[in-house]
């Protein structure tokens, strides 16, 4: 890794904190990972200011990782003071989903940025997929899995969310509203779930990372800490702002704009990283 003159590591400051305002602004409005903003900003960020090089999609989806453990604690917290969450569905996939955090971690230490790259941008198109076509109230099967089915469903979960640097909220929250349980608690308890795959894939990225070449400036494994830091700070205070404006927007409207936007931002991502 080698340092950035002040000019650029302000801009690249700049860039953090408008990738962390416009993530946590999305987050609020959707109920989807501010990943889903955040990794293709910071990532785009590292590629234009020409800092890093090989590893800077991975550190973009390890920095988005790390700012999970703070937006989901606190929405957790939140959901949790209201009463939303299913506490016996949080306690008995949590496990694994964080194992399966760990795994897609792993896979994605050993992936090249190609091959991730082509992960990210088929997992963000189911994402605008879901948004954008499948009914808000669209049921799959009466209830949860449980045995096999919990454990498989779960890592999966897991895995991919690690993979793309996004928490519980897009297909945890997505396969609890599939499977009959009501739209708010699903977005509550799939918050633990982000907790979850936040913490482990986390330190999975920094592990698996450690010694990678092609970083950007300061980053500890494939998480780079001040990129972290900054939109921690930012998508948990502007969240907030995001949920308020949601209930004065046509959400129909917004839901169908925002798959587009994602569906342009995963072709974007595929192409730079080919």
């Known amino acids: 890794m080698t340092a950035l003159p002040l000019a650029d590591l302000l801009l690249l400051l700049a860039a953090l904190t408008a990738a962390g305002l416009v993530g946590g602004l999305i987050a609020g409005l959707f109920g989807v990972g501010g990943g889903t903003v955040i990794v293709p900003a910071v990532f785009y960020a590292f590629e234009v200011l020409g800092v890093g090089g090989e590893g800077n999609l991975h550190t973009a989806i390890g920095t988005s990782l790390l700012t999970i453990v703070a937006t989901s604690w606190r929405s957790l917290k939140a959901h949790r003071a209201h009463g939303a969450v299913d506490e016996i569905v949080l306690r008995t996939w949590t496990p694994w989903v964080a194992f399966g955090g760990l795994l897609g971690a792993a896979a994605a230490g050993v992936a090249s940025m190609e091959g991730l790259a082509l992960v990210y941008g088929v997992c963000l198109a189911l994402v605008a997929a879901q948004l954008g076509l499948m009914p808000e109230r669209y049921v799959l099967r009466p209830d949860l899995p449980t045995g096999w089915g919990r454990r498989v469903v779960g890592t999966a979960i897991g895995g991919l969310s690690a993979m793309m640097g996004i928490g519980g909220g897009s ?14 608690q699903a977005v509550a308890t799939a918050s633990g779930f982000g907790l979850a795959i936040g913490a482990t894939a986390t330190l999975g990225f920094v592990v ?11 980053s500890l494994g494939y998480v780079n800490v001040p990129g972290a830091v900054v939109m921690a700070v930012l998508t948990t205070t502007v969240a907030p702002w995001g949920a308020k404006l949601a209930h004065s927007l046509d959400r129909r409207v917004l839901r169908k704009a925002f798959a587009i936007w994602l569906l342009i931002t995963a072709a974007l991502v595929v192409v ?3």
Do not use: E, Q, S, V
């Open 272 to 274: 730079k990283a080919l």
């Open 208 to 218: 698996f990372g450690w010694n990678a070449a092609g970083r950007p400036p300061l």
């Open 171 to 184: 297909f945890g929250g997505m396969t609890m509203t599939l499977c009959g349980r009501p739209i708010h």
